[in-house]
């Protein structure tokens, strides 16, 4: 079965999302909380190299370094560097074939039925529309809630990605969506947590116009 995979940073909600394996990056995380509760009564494991089936705790906590800690001045391109260094440690340690991935604060009702080995998909979630002045919530679909039907291809777009410093200039989220062509899908009841607020995709109708440049 298709497993899914959450990766923070901002740990304060992943126990909330459908992800069976969270990866927390030492040198920047928090909010991580030391037992699960609420509706998925998940259990973390500090535990780190589990293959994804190993029958432990519903929800696996594995802690990874990315080497990046938070710096104000330059975290625009660090926090892109951290997504695709812990992107690429699920990639190359834990997935053989296809993946979900779902943000730490971002949560896909159903989500596994969509693991249908034929597309790569790109989840909508509510976010903010940050090319507007008014910062209005939008349906957003390029982000990095994703269904990958075959990792290898992301792994090769994902180490080109770090080798052209591209993340000087475009978001990963838009890169990775633009190079696997994702079909983007809206799932009723998905979630996502703005700014310690938690919006419904049932409740956005805008759909967000991607610029890149």
Partial sequence: MTTAYSFCGNCTHVCENQSDIVIVDKSY???????????????????RGVPPNTPTANKKIIKYDTGIVFDERNEVENRRIRIIKLMLYIIDYLVDDDAIFIDADVGIPNVK?????????????????????????I?????TNLYIKDVELLRQYLYKYIN?????????????????????VSVPGTWHYID??????DNVLGIGIVRVG
């Fill in 29 to 47: 995380n928090y909010g991580l909380q030391d037992t699960c509760s609420g509706g998925n009564s998940h259990t973390p494991t500090a535990i």
């Fill in 113 to 137: 039925v969509y693991a249908d080995k034929k597309t790569n998909k790109s989840f909508c979630i509510p976010a903010v529309n940050k090319d507007s002045p008014f910062q209005e919530i």
């Fill in 139 to 143: 349906r957003f679909c390029h982000s």
């Fill in 164 to 184: 052209m410093k591209a993340y000087t200039s475009i978001p990963v989220d838009i890169y990775i969506n633009l190079v696997l062509n994702t079909v983007g």
């Fill in 196 to 201: 310690g607020k938690k919006y419904s995709l």
